[in-house]
């Protein structure tokens, strides 16, 4: 059982080996995939940002040729004004000129907020674009960064997937199965040591009596906490042989 164990724990360690690496570049991976969320939800904001400001934009448009239409009208009407003789038409042309005044001064008003809203929006679009442009610079280079790491990886994973298939034949196929399972429910380790009656996989005490059957290593011992398979130490065991 011993060289059994022995076969396992060197099985496991080029398991782990193998996740490992493909956990670096799927944390990458995942990195890239959550800015992308982030990139489209900007992409979104953006959209509705330039379809306001262009809305904006055409309103001012609109305001300063209503504007410019006021202004030649009261000068139009002013000119009327200053010709006139007839004083019910010089009462009626007033009534004009003050009425255009009225709308010119209104528009001017309405005018000069649209240019500042314009404005504001302008200066946020163009930081929100920055934004957008930067994530997407940085998506893109992080995408280029995932592609090569995954590349890099692929050999030396292959290597270890041979590694662990050859080491798998020489493991009696009950306890590869076991092993295989447990590492199918959990990350991490499937094997751990036994130090001190404690498994180390969950840190949970032992009963006294499988702690000395562990130390027999007869027989294939498990944690009656956590399930991972158990072994005892040969630094314990050392340690345990000196003492006597």
């Known amino acids: 059982m011993d060289k059994q164990l022995a076969m396992l724990i060197d099985l496991q360690k080029i ?24 990139l489209a939800d900007l992409g979104m904001t953006l959209e509705k940002q330039t379809a306001e400001l262009d809305d904006s934009k055409a309103l001012l448009n609109n305001k ?16 009327k004004l200053n ?15 003050e009425n255009f005044k009225r709308i010119i001064t209104q528009l001017e008003e309405e005018i000069a ?4 809203s314009v404005d504001e929006a302008e200066e946020a679009n163009a930081k929100h ?24 990886i692929e050999e030396r994973v292959a290597q270890l997937q041979a590694q662990s298939n050859e080491l798998a ?6 306890i590869l199965a076991r092993y295989r399972f447990i590492r199918s429910r959990r ?6 040591s036994a130090s001190g009656g404690t498994c180390t996989g ?10 000395i059957v562990l130390q027999r290593q007869n027989s294939l011992e498990c944690c009656q906490n956590c399930q991972r398979i158990l072994y005892f130490s040969a630094e314990e065991a050392q340690a345990l042989h000196s003492a006597k």
Do not use: W
């Not at 995942?30 to 982030?38: F, H, T």
């Not at 920055?130 to 590349?151: C, G, M, P, T, W």
């Open 113 to 116: 907020k649209l240019k500042e």
């Open 169 to 174: 034949k020489s493991i009696q196929p009950q």
């Open 64 to 79: 300063m040729t209503e504007l410019s239409c006021a202004q030649k009208g009261h000068d139009h009407a002013n000119d």
């Open 15 to 38: 398991d782990l080996a193998q996740e490992a690496l493909r956990m670096d570049v799927d944390k990458k991976r995942a990195k890239v995939e959550a800015d992308s969320d982030l």
């Open 83 to 97: 010709a006139v003789t007839n004083s019910r038409d010089y009462a009626a042309l007033e009534r004009e000129v």
């Open 187 to 192: 990350p991490g380790e499937a094997v751990v």
């Open 129 to 152: 674009k920055a934004e957008y442009d930067a994530l997407n610079a940085s998506i893109e280079a992080n995408q280029s960064e995932v592609d090569a790491a995954a590349a890099a």
């Open 202 to 211: 969950c840190h949970m005490r032992l009963q006294p009596q499988a702690f």
